[in-house]
């Protein structure tokens, strides 16, 4: 699993969603914080209350190296689900990447960190911890429905969710996708018939 994992690590999540013909896609809001920040993991699932982070803290301590924690946070701007000591720990523990559709603060010391963070901005307000909320169960993060353990992956365009049991046959059709689209380039890039005849070829469909 952990190499099926790595091999995501080399796929633009555009190849991805194109497999999936675009339903898989968390809602493009949620960006990460560095456009170079590109992650490829198992999805430990986290459903949170609007303003209450203890949740969050639980899924750090329960994460394994290479777990993407991504956050059910309702879509809230207005309190942040971590800051940069929180996704500090989170990185030294092994987490591969934070995802939230919602806010984190701290964002200054969150990039120093040089830890992929993918969510809808920054707040000034942090969360309570009255302790309400879950991990590993089914959330809808950013529009998508997610399952403990399907594979996450993120770069610079947005995030993609894959369903575990789909993962090995995602990976062959996004990587048969990548190879047309790099072999398209090469036949078309700076040749001025080939692009008229690519254009009248679409054109005519």
């Not at 942040?80 to 995802?99: E, H, P, R």
Request: glycine letters at 10%.
């Amino acid at each position: 699993m952990e190499e099926l994992f790595s091999s995501f690590q080399n796929i633009p999540t555009t190849c991805i969603s194109d497999v999936f013909e675009g339903l898989n896609n968390l809602d493009p809001s949620i960006k990460p914080l560095k456009e170079d920040y590109k992650f490829a993991g198992r999805a430990l699932t986290v459903k949170m209350p609007v303003g209450d982070n203890l949740v969050v803290l639980k899924a750090i301590r329960e994460a394994k190296p290479g777990d993407v924690i991504i956050i059910d946070a309702k879509g809230d701007q207005y309190r942040a689900i971590a800051g940069d000591f929180v996704v500090g720990m989170a990185k030294t523990l092994g987490v591969s990447a934070i995802v939230v559709d919602g806010v984190i603060r701290d964002i200054t010391g969150i990039k120093n960190l040089n830890f992929p963070v993918f969510c809808k901005g920054t707040a000034v307000a942090a969360s309570g911890k009255a302790g309400v909320g879950e991990i590993n169960v089914p959330i809808s993060c950013g529009g998508t429905a997610i399952q403990p353990g399907d594979i996450v992956v993120g770069d610079a365009d947005g995030v993609v969710v894959i369903p575990q049991s789909m993962g090995q046959e995602v990976l062959e059709k996004s990587r048969e996708k990548l190879k047309k689209d790099e072999q398209r380039e090469q036949d078309v890039s700076g040749n001025v018939e080939a692009i008229k005849k690519y254009l009248d070829n679409m054109l005519s469909k």
